[in-house]
């Protein structure tokens, strides 16, 4: 069976480079869902999850991204992601108090982080990494 690269890079370092069976990430319009062979497409990214497959389709990483980019082209997909957490490293305990905190401060900065945070929530809801 075909393969495919995956880089996923955040702006501090490169957070995953293999290659895969498949990718689905978030993107701006719904999720994408990459193969070897895709199209070449350049898409914009929501915050939700970066779920990458084997070959025989098992889940071999989960990922969670604020936002950011992704270049597809047949042979590699590459990520440049605001902000990258481990599915696994999330909690979802320390996510609510964040987002109390947030409410709390009543900047008009806040309401982006508040929108990722409840993004961050949504994905370990899913049950899907």
Do not use: W
């Not at 501090?12 to 994408?32: A, C, H, S, T, Y």
Request: hydrophobic share 40%; proline share 4%; charged share 30%.
């Amino acid at each position: 069976m075909a393969k495919i690269f995956f880089d996923l890079v955040s702006p501090e370092n490169l957070i995953f480079n293999d290659q895969v069976g498949m990718i689905i990430l978030p993107g701006k319009d719904g999720d994408i869902g990459i193969l070897p062979g895709h199209s070449k497409i350049i898409s914009s990214l929501r915050p939700g999850r970066v779920m990458v497959y084997g070959e025989d389709k098992t889940l071999l990483k989960s990922f969670f991204v604020s936002g950011g980019f992704a270049e597809i082209n047949p042979e590699k997909c590459i990520v440049l992601a605001e902000s990258v957490n481990e599915m696994s490293d999330l909690d979802k305990s320390s996510i609510e108090t964040e987002i109390q905190t947030l409410e709390a401060n009543n900047k008009d900065d806040v309401e982006d982080k508040i929108y990722i945070a409840r993004k961050k929530i949504e994905a370990i809801d899913s049950k899907f990494y």
